[in-house]
């Protein structure tokens, strides 16, 4: 199962929206509404910010939302703020009852 | 408090074997699928594997299979990884976490593994 292809890096400034995509195949997020994406912050387990393509669990920002078209999910964030730096990861299931992560793609607030 | 609090791990040499626990507290443990997640130092992360919430299946990554061994323990909330014929490519930190919504919305600490002569 190859991995889901994120950006390796995105930025931008205070008060500006950034869109964070993930690409992957009809094996995993064209077929399945089961794409996350996470935060993570250097020494720290990640975070779930997005579930189900574009859930968002209780205690996590509105900023941030999520979709989905065709083999690509997208997370985007609104509003940016310094505390939003950090690396972001998508998942998916896939039709081999497995997952698989994105690369991540490190967030940089200028 | 709900949590997932990670033990084991450490140095090991090539081939050797090592077990990581972790323990659920404040949720239904056995009603929820348990995973394992690892990442490599400096690099992304990447799924290891999962346990259905009965035990009944567990399904591993292609790198793993035949080598690692995912089980739990429903009556003592209990989840456990055990790596054989360790590599130095399992050198990483690893981390459980718990399903919901197609996704992991609990994760323990983390815990780390070398594995080097």
């Known amino acids: 199962q190859s991995a889901l292809t994120q950006p390796a890096s995105v930025s931008g400034s205070p008060g500006q929206s950034i869109a964070i995509s993930c690409t992957g195949s009809?094996?995993?997020?064209?077929?399945?509404?089961?794409v996350s994406w996470y935060q993570q912050h250097p020494g720290k387990a990640p975070k779930v910010m997005i579930y189900?393509?574009?859930n968002r669990p209780s205690g996590v920002s509105n900023r941030f939302s999520g979709s989905k078209s065709g083999n690509t999910a997208s997370l985007t964030i609104s509003g940016l703020q310094a505390e939003d730096e950090g690396d972001y990861y998508c998942?998916?299931?896939?039709?081999?009852?497995?997952?698989?992560f994105g690369g991540g793609t490190r967030l940089t607030v200028l | 408090q709900v949590l997932l609090v990670q033990s084991g791990g450490g140095v090991v040499q090539p081939g050797k074997s090592l077990v990581l626990s972790c323990a659920a507290s404040?949720?239904?443990?056995?009603?929820?699928?348990m995973h394992w997640v690892r990442q490599a130092p400096g690099k992304g992360l990447e799924w290891v594997a999962v346990?259905?919430?009965?035990?009944?299946?567990?399904?591993?990554v292609d790198s793993v299979k035949g080598r690692f061994i995912i089980s739990r323990d429903n009556s003592r909330n209990t989840l456990s990884l055990q790596l054989n014929s360790l590599r130095a490519d399992d050198t990483a930190v690893y981390f459980c976490?718990?399903?919901f919504g197609g996704g992991f919305d609990l994760w323990g600490q983390g815990t780390k593994v070398s594995v080097s002569s």
């Open positions: 998942t998916s299931y896939t039709n081999n009852n497995t997952w698989v």
């Open positions: 009809n094996s995993d997020i064209g077929n399945y509404n089961y």
């Open positions: 189900a393509v574009s």
């Open positions: 404040g949720f239904m443990f056995s009603a929820y699928s």
């Open positions: 346990i259905w919430d009965d035990g009944s299946k567990k399904l591993y």
């Open positions: 976490a718990k399903e």
